[in-house]
């Protein structure tokens, strides 16, 4: 290949193009025409035009520059594309497009994917609560059980995972109850806990603290706790 070419090549400089907006411009609401003509206005920008006619962005592309000025006008209007003011060294005023609309509509397109995502791991991840409890009390949960798991989830602000710790806790200490479950997440909540790893270390302290005898009174033996009872204050 003549080298002159390829010197040429990169002398006209490239654009970057993210590959987010290629694999997420149907979602938020564009269409390859437009899609083009936004890439015909960064690869000006690009070139230092900031600004480019659409007589000018049409010789590029297979539209008139008429259809090319309704398109631009959609574009601002839909605010995928703005027009701004800037001034030079001179001080003299210009006009220019911004490309900044249009990445932050991918901005709020990765936000509303990643709450539809978590929204739909929470449901499983209470689902799957719902089921385990189930399971763990050996029956199908009353309105009232319901009820209370409800309320720990939405008004406690209960991570599903702690949850199941607590409901671990009374399994471990046979006082398989919604109270006694409720207890543990209040002195949890107290202190603190927030992930599975302080739940744990938690239940370990506790179970620790049960193992150590009493100091021996006058007349009587030692004697071991019982198991830890989350009831008791």
């Not at 021996?216 to 019982?226: C, N, V």
């Amino acid at each position: 290949m003549d080298k002159n070419i390829i010197v040429s090549w990169m002398e006209a400089g490239m654009i970057q193009v993210p590959n987010l907006l290629m694999q997420k411009y149907k979602q938020i609401g564009l269409d390859e025409k437009e899609l083009t003509l936004l890439l015909q206005i960064l690869s000006f920008i690009e070139t230092g035009n900031e600004f480019p006619t659409p007589e000018q962005l049409a010789e590029r592309m297979t539209i008139s520059s008429g259809e090319c000025s309704g398109v631009l006008r959609k574009l601002v209007q839909m605010q995928f594309l703005s027009i701004e003011e800037g001034v030079s060294e001179d001080g003299i005023r210009f006009e220019k497009y911004s490309m900044s609309p249009l990445w932050i509509r991918l901005a709020d397109e990765l936000k509303f994917e990643k709450k539809q995502s978590d929204l739909k791991l929470t449901l499983l991840e209470e689902h799957d609560l719902y089921s385990l409890f189930e399971q763990e009390f050996g029956r199908p949960l009353s309105p009232m059980e319901c009820e209370n798991l409800a309320m720990w989830l939405d008004e406690d602000g209960q991570d599903p995972v702690i949850i199941k710790a607590a409901l671990r806790e009374a399994v471990l200490a046979g006082k398989l109850s919604f109270r006694y479950i409720d207890r543990i997440l209040f002195n949890w909540k107290k202190n603190g806990v927030k992930t599975l790893e302080q739940a744990r270390m938690q239940g370990i302290q506790f179970r620790q603290k049960t193992k150590q005898p009493t100091q021996p009174t006058t007349g009587t033996s030692s004697k071991t706790i019982p198991f830890y009872n989350w009831l008791e204050p």
